[in-house]
């Protein structure tokens, strides 16, 4: 019997797919990847150290905005995760960009990353929530 263990996908590029294409280095997206594991401790256990010594700095009220922002398949709004516009931004250059997302984006971010939590009802809300989260990520 054969049984296939796996997909093989190959991508054709072509010279301006490949003039087109950039590497970063993003401090902040590293940051809200990390955001899956303190709402899943299982999800890589191998981070279970920085698990526990990120809960034991942050606030309470700070840990609990951070994870209620990942959806609950631990999908992230894309807000919270901008496209470097260098190489190397610092991780205050990247937050400065997501401090300026529109609410209407943020609002709509959080919808289609099925974020439990219930999601701001106005511009004003969702102005305030990017702007609480921010300042908790600058403390993390």
Do not use: Q
């Not at 289609?112 to 989260?133: H, K, S, T, W």
Request: glycine letters at 2%; proline letters at 9%.
């Amino acid at each position: 019997m054969d049984v296939a263990f796996g997909l093989m996908i190959s991508f054709e590029l072509s010279v301006e797919d490949l003039a087109d294409t950039r590497f970063a280095i993003s401090p902040l997206n590293e940051t809200i990847f990390s955001l899956r594991v303190l709402r899943d401790p299982g999800l890589h256990a191998l981070h279970l150290p920085w698990r526990r010594s990120a809960l034991a700095r942050l606030d309470p009220a700070d840990a609990a905005l951070l994870v209620s922002v990942v959806g609950e398949k631990l999908a992230l709004p894309d807000f919270l995760t901008p496209r470097p516009a260098v190489f190397a931004p610092s991780f205050d250059e990247e937050l400065a960009i997501v401090r300026r997302t529109p609410p209407h984006v943020v609002r709509h971010d959080l919808e289609a990353a099925l974020v439990a939590e219930p999601l701001p009802e106005d511009d004003a809300a969702a102005a305030r929530l990017r702007d609480d989260v921010c300042d908790a990520l600058a403390r993390l």
